[in-house]
C-alpha cells in the first residue's frame, strides 16, 4: 500500500515544481492523481479481503503504524474510483481556475487531499488518525477556497466550525478509550473490557462527532453550504467519500466496543430523520449544488439505516441481520459514492458553460450538451433507485434487513423498524419527483434565458471521460450486482459471524427468501422500451421527416416562461410543508408593463434553532472578550499570572484527588 500513497505524494511534489507554469501543472498534476487513482482503485480491489501493515520504526514520532483490513480496502478502493473520475475531469475542468488562482497549488492539495483520506483510513493509533483527519478537514478548507467568493468564504468557517467541533468529540472518545485500554494503538481497543456507561459514552462521543463529518442530522447544516462553493471536482469528493471516511469511523468504533441494541435503533432513527429531511429540503432548492448536497444527507441516512440495522444484528446475537445491515450499509456506500460524483461532476458541466446554479434560468440543455445530459440522466437513475442500476439493489438489500429486524419480540423494536421501512419508501417517491424536477428544468423544455442557451456547448474530453467513468459505474454495479455482493460479503464475514449466502447464480437474495436478478430486470425494461418503435414499424407510421413547431399554448403565441419551472414543481409539497420549509416569498416588479419576477427559498429550520443562537452567543461574547485586549503590557502580565494560578491550582486538585 505504500506505493499507492507515495504516488499521489510525488503528484503533491511534481505540482509544485511546475508552479510557474500554471496550465501545465494544473493538466500534469491532475493526471498524475489519475495515475495515482488508478492504480490505487486495481490495487485496492485486488487486495480486498487482506490484511497489510506499514510500520516506519517506533523511533520516530509516536510510531507511525497503519493496517488495512478488509474494511479498510474497502473504503480506499472506494476513494481511488472516485478519486480516478474526478482527477480525469479535472485535467481540462480545473483551466477554469487559471485566472482565479495558482494550479500547481490547487492540484497539490487535491493529491494531497486524497492519500490524506487514504491514510485516515489505514492509520493503526490514535495519534496519526488525528494527524490525518486533522489535515483531510484543512485541506478540503483550502479547496472550497478556491471558489473566492463571500458565500465560499461562509461557507468554510461553518464547515470549520462544524468539523472542529467534531474533531474534538472524536478525540475525546479515543482517549476515553485508550484510557481504558493502556495503549493509543487500535489493536489494543478489541479487547478491552468496558462498563455499560463507559462503552455509552464512548460511542455517544463518536457517534456525534463522526456524523457531524458525515452530515447526518442535526449537523447536516454544513453540506448545502460548503459543497456547492466548492469546485465541482472537490464537491464529488466531499460528497461521494470524505464524509464516507465518517461512516468508516463509526463501523471501526462499533467493532471494538460491546455494542447495545439501543445503539442499532439510534442509528436507524437518525438514518430515517436524515433520509426524510434531506429529500424534503433537496426538493424545495433552486440552487442544483445545495439539491446535490441535501441529497447527501439523505444518503447517508439510507446508509445508517443499513449499518444501524447491522449493529442492531450484532447487539442481540442475529448474525443473519448483521450481515445483511452491513452489507446494505456498505453495498449503499459505494453506490452513493458513484452516483453522486456523478450527478455533481455533471453539476459542475453544467456550471462550466453556464456559469449559473440558478436551475430556474435554464433549461434544453440536452440539445446543446447531449454528453452531460445522458451522463447526468443515469446519475438521477441511479440516486432514485430505478433498476436496474445501482442503486436499486443497496436499497433493496436495506429493505430487506430492515423487514427481517421487524419481525423481532419487542415492541418499540417493531416500531422502529417499521416506521424506517416507512420513511424509506416514502424517501424513495420524494427522489424520484425531485429528479424527474431537475433533469427536466435543466434539460428539457426550451430555453429560458437565450443568452446562456447560445453561448452552451458540451464541455471537452477529459471531463466527458471522467463523468462516464462513473456512468460505466452505476451500470455495471446494478447489472453485476451478484458480483458486487459477493466481494462485499468477503468484508462483511471479516467482523461477522454469519454464513449467509447472499447470491444465488445471478441472483442476489435474502434471508426471507426474496430474490432480486438486475440483468433479468434490464432485458424486460429494454423490451418495453423498444416496444413503441416496434409498434411504429408495424402500422408504419412516421414515415415523413417530423417537423419542429412551437407546443400549442392556447391560440396565444408560445413563450418559454409558459414552461414549468422548478418553483411551481413543488409548489403543493412547499404549502402542505410551510411548517417546516418556511419559505421566505419575495417579488420583484419591473414596471409597469414588466413581468413580476417571483422568488421563494426555503430556510432550514434547525439552522435557526441550534447553530444561529450560538453564533449570536460567540459574537457577543467576543465583542465582551475584545475589550479585555487594550495593549496594557501591565494588563497583560497579570493574565498570565492568573493563567498559571489556576493551572496550579487545577493540577494540586488532580493529585490530591
Not at 424486460?524 to 407510421?541: E, H, R
Request: glycine share 8%.
Amino acid at each position: 500500500m505504500i506505493q499507492v500513497y507515495l504516488l499521489f505524494l510525488a503528484g503533491c511534489i511534481i505540482s509544485m515544481l511546475l508552479y510557474k507554469q500554471n496550465e501545465t501543472a494544473g493538466k500534469v498534476g491532475f493526471s498524475a492523481a489519475a495515475v495515482s487513482s488508478l492504480y490505487g482503485t486495481v490495487y485496492f480491489f485486488s487486495n480486498l479481503g487482506s490484511k497489510s501493515e506499514l510500520n516506519l520504526g517506533s523511533d520516530f514520532l509516536f510510531n507511525p503504524h497503519f493496517a488495512l483490513d478488509p474494511v479498510g480496502n474497502f473504503f480506499s478502493f472506494v476513494i481511488c474510483l472516485i478519486a480516478f473520475a474526478a482527477s480525469v475531469y479535472a485535467i481540462q475542468y480545473s483551466q477554469e481556475y487559471v485566472k482565479k488562482g495558482s494550479l500547481a497549488v490547487m492540484a497539490m492539495l487535491f493529491n494531497l487531499f486524497i492519500v490524506s483520506m487514504l491514510l485516515v483510513v489505514s492509520a493503526a493509533n490514535v495519534f496519526w488518525f488525528m494527524v490525518f483527519w486533522e489535515v483531510m478537514t484543512v485541506v478540503s478548507y483550502f479547496l472550497i477556497c478556491f471558489n473566492d467568493t463571500k458565500q465560499s468564504m461562509k461557507a468554510t468557517i461553518i464547515y470549520m466550525g462544524i468539523a472542529h467541533l467534531g474533531g474534538a468529540m472524536i478525540l475525546t472518545a479515543f482517549l476515553l478509550l485508550a484510557s481504558q485500554s493502556g495503549s493509543l494503538d487500535f489493536a489494543s481497543f478489541a479487547n478491552v473490557e468496558l462498563s455499560a456507561t463507559m462503552a455509552t459514552v464512548i460511542f455517544l462521543l463518536a457517534f456525534i462527532g463522526f456524523g457531524s463529518k458525515a452530515g447526518m442530522f442535526p449537523m447536516h447544516v454544513w453540506l448545502p453550504k460548503a459543497h456547492p462553493a466548492a469546485p465541482s471536482n472537490v464537491s464529488a469528493l466531499m460528497s461521494g467519500v470524505m464524509i464516507k471516511v465518517a461512516i468508516f469511523g463509526i463501523i471501526k468504533f462499533c467493532l471494538w466496543l460491546p455494542v447495545m441494541e439501543w445503539w442499532g435503533l439510534l442509528m436507524i432513527t437518525i438514518g430515517a430523520i436524515s433520509a426524510l429531511l434531506g429529500v424534503l429540503y433537496a426538493l424545495t432548492q433552486h440552487d442544483y449544488k445545495a439539491l446535490l448536497a441535501y441529497h447527501s444527507v439523505e444518503n447517508i441516512g439510507i446508509i445508517l439505516l443499513g449499518i444501524g440495522a447491522g449493529v442492531y444484528g450484532m447487539a442481540i446475537g442475529s448474525p443473519t441481520l448483521a450481515a445483511v445491515g452491513f452489507l446494505g450499509g456498505l453495498f449503499h456506500i459505494l453506490n452513493h459514492a458513484t452516483f453522486k460524483g456523478l450527478l455533481f461532476l455533471g453539476a459542475g458541466s453544467v456550471l462550466y458553460r453556464t456559469h449559473t446554479k440558478d436551475m430556474e434560468v435554464l433549461g434544453g440543455l440536452a440539445k446543446k450538451m447531449p454528453y452531460t445530459a445522458f451522463a447526468f440522466l443515469v446519475g438521477s437513475m441511479a440516486i432514485t433507485a430505478i433498476p436496474p442500476l445501482n442503486g436499486f439493489v443497496s436499497e433493496w438489500v436495506t429493505y430487506q434487513a430492515l423487514m427481517q429486524g421487524a419481525l423481532g419480540d419487542g415492541v418499540s423494536e417493531r416500531l422502529v423498524f417499521t416506521v424506517s421501512i416507512v420513511a424509506l419508501a416514502l424517501v424513495g417517491a420524494l427522489a424520484i419527483m425531485c429528479f424527474v424536477k431537475v433533469y427536466s428544468v435543466i434539460f428539457g423544455g426550451t430555453p429560458r434565458d437565450m443568452k446562456i442557451w447560445e453561448n452552451a456547448r458540451e464541455v471537452p474530453f477529459s471531463m466527458v471521460a471522467g463523468m462516464f467513468i462513473l456512468v460505466a459505474g452505476c451500470f455495471a454495479f446494478g447489472l453485476g450486482a451478484n458480483i458486487v455482493v459477493e466481494h462485499i460479503m468477503t468484508v462483511v464475514t471479516s467482523f461477522t459471524d454469519g454464513g449467509f449466502m447472499a447470491t444465488d447464480g445471478v441472483m442476489v437474495k435474502s434471508p426471507m427468501g426474496s430474490l432480486v436478478s438486475t440483468p433479468m430486470i434490464a432485458f424486460i425494461l429494454l423490451g418495453s422500451l423498444l416496444m413503441p418503435f416496434v409498434t411504429l414499424y408495424i402500422v408504419k407510421a412516421n414515415r415523413k421527416k417530423s417537423r419542429e413547431t412551437d407546443p400549442w399554448a392556447c391560440g396565444f403565441k408560445y413563450s418559454s416562461r409558459m414552461q414549468m419551472t422548478a418553483a411551481p414543481f413543488t409548489g403543493d409539497l412547499r404549502k402542505l410543508m410551510n411548517w417546516l420549509f418556511r419559505a421566505e416569498i419575495h417579488h420583484e416588479e419591473r414596471g409597469y408593463f414588466g413581468p413580476i419576477k417571483y422568488s421563494n427559498h426555503a430556510r432550514d429550520i434547525w439552522w435557526d434553532y441550534l447553530y444561529a443562537p450560538v453564533i449570536k452567543l460567540v459574537s457577543i461574547s467576543s465583542d465582551k472578550i475584545e475589550k479585555m485586549q487594550n495593549g496594557n503590557s501591565n494588563l497583560y502580565s497579570a493574565y498570565i499570572l492568573v493563567a498559571l494560578v489556576i493551572a496550579l491550582g487545577i493540577s494540586q486538585f488532580i493529585q490530591k484527588g
